[in-house]
């Protein structure tokens, strides 16, 4: 067996809270916190009211609460139906050190397994760490094709082990469970974000599905790979993959991956925040208007550049439009949820200045290196004057931490309307204090919709 599975899987097996730093531990709560917050204020969006829908009739009688809905399901479909309203509004955190988000593949997953099995906070607390940390690893490890959506692929091994923990699987079994989990991966494309197709939120629901399945499956005696990951993202998913650099810190209690996240602030594709920091710091320092603008030139990642269509046609494709983003966060200066939603997005004052952003391809720029900026932007205005402003972190980033209020606020915003505000601060006070909870379902049971 590789080295590197036999670490990463004595890691899952060997991880307790009580071992671990109070940074990592407040961390994880925030990520938790973070994470139900997107899939409350996704759950209203009428697609995802119908898969829960869905998921309560064809799942059958289970304990695993359907977030924001009036209903449950078994696990494998709460975590289908949880996970894709939590990706739908593009509020879920992620990493840039691994690429892709972590948390929206893990948390699902491990809440709705917990629920079943009745395990604690502090039980739950221990699958999401340790979920999310092979789940950002395995990415790290991963040469990505330009072409590939990571969203659901590692994604999928973080919830099998999630699931793995809670289900007290020993180490040569977590290894199973991994590499099962890995030749389960589905295989996307960037094409559904930028046309705004909807069946990519399904992406993370996908993956947590198919996680707890292949716990499940391992307990029913299948057998995978030999090394599973570096099958799949060596010759599908990836150009290469390099098993050194996802043990590189394993043994650093202080170098956990989910205290090294980003949480958003922006309702928009990663790529995009950055940018708009940028953007906003122009906007607030020298108190220019729409109407003062010229032109914004922005330089990105290369990857950025399939994100350039001014125009975009819904929701879902404005989040992956870096125009629309930047033109609409100028006209209205604000980019939260409401600055996305459909009846905005033929506002003719925010389409003519999206026509005038210029997005141009820096190839230094890479969104997992802190040595070198992740955006330039250039304001030109009226009067002669460039406004211009660099990036390296944007606000949310470990390396530019937003304070506990602001995310907080962030919390209470997309789900006061959802469950109220009085079940809101419940929530608030619960998560809290989430590794002293008895029963995970003293958590969930504050957040279905009667």
């Known amino acids: 067996m590789p080295r590197y599975l036999n670490?990463?899987?004595?890691?899952?097996?060997?991880?307790?809270?009580?071992?671990?730093?109070?940074?990592?531990?407040?961390?994880?709560?925030?990520?938790?916190?973070?994470?139900?917050?997107?899939?409350?204020?996704?759950?209203?969006?009428?697609?995802?009211?119908?898969?829960?829908?869905?998921?309560?009739?064809?799942?059958?009688?289970?304990?695993s609460t359907l977030l924001g809905q009036p209903g449950s399901s078994t696990a494998v479909f709460a975590a289908l139906s949880n996970a894709t309203a939590g990706v739908s509004l593009e509020m879920d955190e992620g990493n840039r050190l691994g690429g892709g988000h972590a948390a929206i593949h893990v948390v699902p997953a491990a809440l709705a397994i917990a629920e079943e099995r009745g395990s604690s906070g502090k039980e739950f607390m221990e699958s999401v760490i340790v979920g999310y940390e092979v789940t950002s690893r395995i990415g790290s490890g991963t040469v990505v094709k330009d072409t590939v959506h990571s969203h659901g692929t590692w994604?999928?091994?973080?919830?099998?082990?999630?699931?793995?923990?809670?289900?007290?699987?020993?180490?040569?079994?977590?290894?199973?469970?991994?590499?099962?989990?890995?030749?389960?991966?589905?295989?996307n494309t960037w094409t559904p974000c930028l046309e705004g197709a909807t069946i990519r939120n399904l992406y993370p629901g996908r993956s947590g599905f198919q996680g707890i399945m292949a716990a499940h499956l391992t307990d029913c005696g299948f057998t995978g790979l030999e090394d599973g990951p570096l099958d799949i993202y060596s010759n599908i998913l990836g150009e290469g993959f390099d098993t050194e650099s996802v043990l590189t810190g394993l043994d650093d209690p202080g170098s956990y991956r989910i205290q090294n996240n980003y949480f958003k602030l922006h309702a928009c594709c990663l790529y995009n925040h950055p940018v708009l920091d940028g953007v906003q710091i122009i906007l607030n320092r020298d108190k220019i208007v729409a109407d003062d603008v010229v032109g914004i030139r922005v330089e990105a990642p290369p990857l950025a550049m399939i994100m350039t269509h001014p125009e975009p046609v819904n929701m879902l494709s404005a989040k992956f439009s870096l125009p629309y983003a930047v033109a609409t966060a100028v006209v209205y200066n604000s980019t939260d949820i409401k600055a996305f939603y459909p009846d905005r997005l033929q506002d003719p004052e925010t389409l003519d200045l999206s026509r005038r952003v210029e997005i141009v391809a820096n190839p230094q720029m890479d969104l997992r290196r802190y040595d070198y900026p992740a955006a330039k932007v250039a304001i030109s205005l009226?009067?002669?004057?460039?406004?211009?402003?660099?990036?390296?972190?944007?606000?949310?980033?470990?390396?530019?931490?937003?304070?506990?209020?602001?995310?907080?606020?962030?919390?209470?915003?997309?789900?006061?309307?959802?469950?109220?505000?009085?079940?809101?601060?419940?929530?608030?006070?619960?998560?809290?204090?989430?590794?002293?909870?008895?029963?995970?379902?003293?958590?969930?049971?504050?957040?279905?919709?009667?």
């Open 7 to 63: 670490r990463l899987s004595d890691f899952v097996f060997d991880t307790r809270l009580e071992s671990l730093e109070p940074s990592t531990i407040l961390a994880a709560k925030l990520v938790v916190l973070d994470t139900i917050g997107a899939i409350l204020g996704g759950s209203n969006l009428p697609e995802n009211v119908k898969l829960a829908q869905l998921a309560a009739n064809t799942g059958g009688k289970g304990h």
């Open 155 to 187: 994604g999928t091994i973080g919830s099998a082990v999630a699931t793995a923990k809670l289900m007290n699987f020993d180490s040569d079994k977590i290894k199973t469970t991994i590499n099962l989990a890995a030749s389960m991966s589905p295989a």
């Open 382 to 450: 009226k009067d002669g004057r460039v406004l211009t402003e660099d990036v390296t972190a944007h606000y949310g980033d470990a390396r530019n931490p937003a304070s506990r209020r602001d995310l907080e606020g962030k919390f209470n915003f997309l789900v006061d309307e959802i469950i109220g505000e009085m079940q809101a601060a419940k929530v608030l006070e619960t998560v809290r204090h989430l590794e002293d909870l008895g029963d995970i379902r003293d958590l969930t049971n504050l957040m279905n919709r009667n």
